[in-house]
């Protein structure tokens, strides 16, 4: 998940400093992915040294304000432009789990699928009823718990068909 | 907790007999209470819709037993199950939910002329019904005019109309696009947060999250449940 690209783009809205970013990231992502303090300020600290951003001088109170360079602001708009790249997906520990529980004498797969699938829905209640009890109107988190209900009903169905799969070919049929 | 509006005690349903014989529910218990919206997942076969056809009336269990508001199923002549239908039970399907020759007020005053309600009051009922869902407007239109979501909203107020207060929902949102989908399942949530008991048969995990539990059943049996967490 981009933090960097998500801070740069706030910052294409105006100077701002490290807190700010931090809260205006988690309110406008319904505060689904909360960022620690520190992890604003290193990718601010990379950014800056990537020429995305500059220092802005300092506000009344004293924070140290941050801008987008226009190296900054071409790259959020290249980042809107382009695809968001998913062909090297990471590790998938349940994926993993699956298909070595299949050759496994002692592990029934279908227990591993249903205790997978009990939890998955289990998130999709709590996400369901996170983004039914948002305020009428808060679109933009409601698309971030929208996501997530998505990505979960997109893991129950394959564990549906995985469940399938595993009944045919224990009665016989290869595919 | 009050008297479970839907009660099934290690209910039971075999098609056929010896070696032919088809266990579709093999002893399920499960309770719904007022206010609780159940979803029931699992392969095709698993008894979904079985269960659901028990717990309407719609058919009978083999063995065990199905009480709706406290009344055993198994009690009642048909006579008696023809009533309960009329009365406690209101279904909600994939599809041809409406009369086509009736319009939105007259299908869901239906129920009610059936059980004797004589048609004014009926009519004024419905209307009241409509008009709580925020249908009021659909009220006087053909179910060809309406949307498959509008058309699914008439079906659940039919559904409740009158002093019914199980709904059993089959595939409800079956051919609507996502969104609107959402809408009905919405409506759905809604009245049964203002003390409906409700049961979902559904293959998509998106709708059953808006479930307060979850049973998933395989061949005829429950073989465990999700509960969302109760937030403060």
Known sequence: MSVKHGLLALLVEGPRYGYELKSGFEARTGDTWPLNVGQVYTTLARLERDGLVAKDGEDAEGHVLYRATPTGLREVQDWWDEAVEREAPARDELAIKLALAVGMHDVDPRDVVQRQRTATVRALQRHTRRRNALPAGDTAAALVLDALVFAAEAEVRWLDHCEARLVRSRNGASR | MSTPVLELRAAARVHGTGATAVHALRGVDLQVAPGELVAIMGPSGSGKSTLL????GLDTATSGEVLVEGVPLSGLDRAGLAQLRRR????????????????????????????????????????????????????????????????????????????????????????????????????LRSR?????????????????GWADRVVFLRDGQVVDEARAEVTV
């Open chain 2, 192 to 208: 049964v947060d203002a003390g409906a008991a409700a049961v979902l048969v559904t293959h998509e995990a998106r709708l059953a």
């Open chain 2, 88 to 187: 406690s039970v209101g279904y909600v399907f994939q599809e041809l939910n409406l009369l086509p020759a009736l319009t939105a007020a007259e299908n869901v005053a239906l129920p009610l002329e059936l059980d004797g309600v004589r048609a004014r009051d009926a009519r004024a009922r419905a209307l009241r019904a409509l008009d709580e869902l925020d249908l009021a407007a659909l009220a006087g239109r053909f179910p060809d005019d309406l949307s498959g979501g509008e058309q699914q909203r008439v079906a659940i107020a039919r559904a409740l109309v009158g002093e019914r207060r199980l709904v059993l929902a089959d595939e409800p949102t079956g051919a609507l696009d996502s969104v609107t989908g959402e809408s009905v399942l919405a409506l």
């Open chain 2, 53 to 56: 056809t028990l717990a309407g």
